[in-house]
């Protein structure tokens, strides 16, 4: 249980605000690279930490994120021409570059030197594997881009963001990936019938023998990182589901697959909408070219609402509170614990928006399932209070390496720590195999 203060600190990232101030120290996976898919294509408006911003590829393919009002008199630059390196005002015709710089004001005299004195605000972009990244932070000169594996790869060997739009606080879409107990009911089966292949469509689902998992958490330089301990048979064997917690917002649930791994990053648009975004990669080398051609892959059996020029109207999908999410009650009775589709993290996302838009912590009664979100919310608050007090950024703000590191699932027998059995798998650089058990 928190606080109502500490809820709030928790919460609200807008500008200004003490958390806000501790993401901004980050750069944020702010939008697909396929947005904006060729120079001088339409803007987009995106929102991010409560900021309403217009996304734009000039014509050299340089990415600018500025402020959508036009500094002159306020009209949303969403409307504005984007030719030649710039984002061109149809309101008075003022032109300003990829960093924000005033470059044409033809509507003054010649000899004026108004538009020397003029910028619109502008955000470091970076685009890197498909992934507009941005930097909304006090810094003149950023910090590196975070090294996960996504941002590290060859561009072959990375998959296109998988986005999903949820109406809720992010910290709730935090703390439902960090919470172990909950496969073995909202993503439970209570058959055999199962294909285990996810991306056939097919029936998937948990059906663990042990219901109640043990947790154990250890703090990190970049995070925390913990196990759920699940008896798995009657020789003494012990399934430990292996997850991540990495600064600010980033999560690596326990791995299933030896092909595909995936970082999960919930973003925060504003205190009441999130997006999730994965940033998978391919464990097996190069694929074959393109091998999607769009975002969102998992969410293919449900689909996506059609956009609009609204930034809160993207990846949402068709599946949701006002259909409550397709669930099928005839499939809830003979096959699955819930009638939810299991596409994607709907599931999850119909749990964690059923909260409300920001759920009152002070309510809640935890138990010992729920000591990684525990954990992870008290360093989140030290953290901010730690900037807000004392001027100190988390380490891993400027130590990108810390990035480097994976989730793991493994089977061993009670006389063996997880820990050190996965101590080589859950780091990137050692380059061992990805320590994976595929659920019963």
């Known amino acids: 249980m928190l606080s109502p203060a500490d809820n709030e600190l928790l919460t609200h990232i807008g500008p200004g605000t003490p958390m806000g101030n501790l993401l901004r120290q980050y750069w944020i996976p702010g939008l697909p690279s396929l947005e904006l898919p060729s120079p001088d294509c339409p803007p987009k408006r995106v929102r991010l930490l409560g900021e309403d911003l217009v996304a734009f590829r000039d014509t050299s393919g340089q990415v600018g994120m500025v402020a959508e009002n036009c500094p002159h008199r306020g009209a949303s630059l969403f409307f504005g021409r984007n030719e030649e390196n710039g984002l061109r005002c149809v309101y008075h015709g003022w032109k300003f570059d990829a960093s924000g710089t005033c470059v044409d004001m033809p509507n003054e005299p010649p000899e004026s030197n108004f538009k020397h004195k003029v910028k619109v605000s502008a955000y470091p972009s970076r685009d890197v594997n498909g992934m507009i990244w941005v930097y909304m932070g006090p810094r003149s000169v950023p910090p590196p881009l975070p090294e996960l594996e996504f941002n590290i790869m060859p561009a072959n060997e990375v998959f296109p963001p998988s986005m999903m739009h949820e109406e809720n606080n992010w910290v709730q879409g935090v703390e439902g990936d960090i919470d172990s107990s909950h496969i073995d009911y909202l993503h439970a089966r209570i058959t055999d019938d199962v294909d285990r292949d996810f991306r056939s469509g097919g029936l998937r689902g948990f059906k663990s023998l042990d219901r109640a998992p043990k947790l154990e958490v250890v703090g990190?330089?970049?995070?925390?990182?913990?196990?759920?301990?699940?008896?798995?048979?009657?020789?003494?064997?012990?399934?430990?589901?292996?997850?991540?917690?990495?600064?600010?917002?980033?999560?690596?649930?326990?791995?299933?697959?030896?092909?595909?791994?995936?970082?999960?990053?919930?973003?925060?648009?504003?205190?009441h909408n999130t997006v999730l975004t994965g940033l998978p990669f391919s464990l097996t080398g190069p694929q074959p070219e393109n091998p999607q051609n769009e975002f969102g892959v998992s969410f293919k059996s449900v689909g996506y609402l059609p956009q609009t020029g609204d930034a809160l109207s993207r990846y949402r999908l068709t599946a949701n509170a006002r259909n409550d999410y397709l669930r099928d009650y005839e499939l809830e009775k003979s096959k699955m614990f819930s009638g939810i589709p299991f596409a994607g993290n709907l599931q999850d996302v119909a749990m964690t928006e059923s909260m409300g838009r920001i759920?009152?912590?002070?309510?809640?009664?935890?138990?010992?399932?729920?000591?990684?979100?525990?954990?992870?919310?008290?360093?989140?608050?030290?953290?901010?209070?730690?900037?807000?007090?004392?001027?100190?950024?988390p380490e891993s703000v400027d130590n990108p390496t810390l990035y480097r590191v994976r989730s793991a699932s493994i089977i061993l027998p009670e006389d063996k720590h997880w820990f050190a059995a996965t101590s080589e798998a859950r780091d990137t650089n050692s380059g061992a195999p990805v320590s994976y058990v595929i659920p019963r």
């Open 220 to 271: 990190t330089p970049y995070g925390a990182v913990y196990a759920a301990k699940r008896k798995w048979d009657e020789q003494g064997n012990y399934w430990y589901r292996i997850s991540q917690f990495m600064m600010p917002f980033y999560t690596m649930i326990a791995a299933s697959s030896p092909n595909i791994h995936s970082a999960r990053a919930w973003v925060p648009l504003d205190d």
């Open 359 to 393: 759920y009152d912590r002070t309510k809640e009664h935890l138990g010992t399932s729920d000591l990684m979100v525990i954990f992870v919310r008290r360093m989140l608050l030290k953290a901010c209070r730690d900037l807000q007090e004392n001027g100190i950024v």
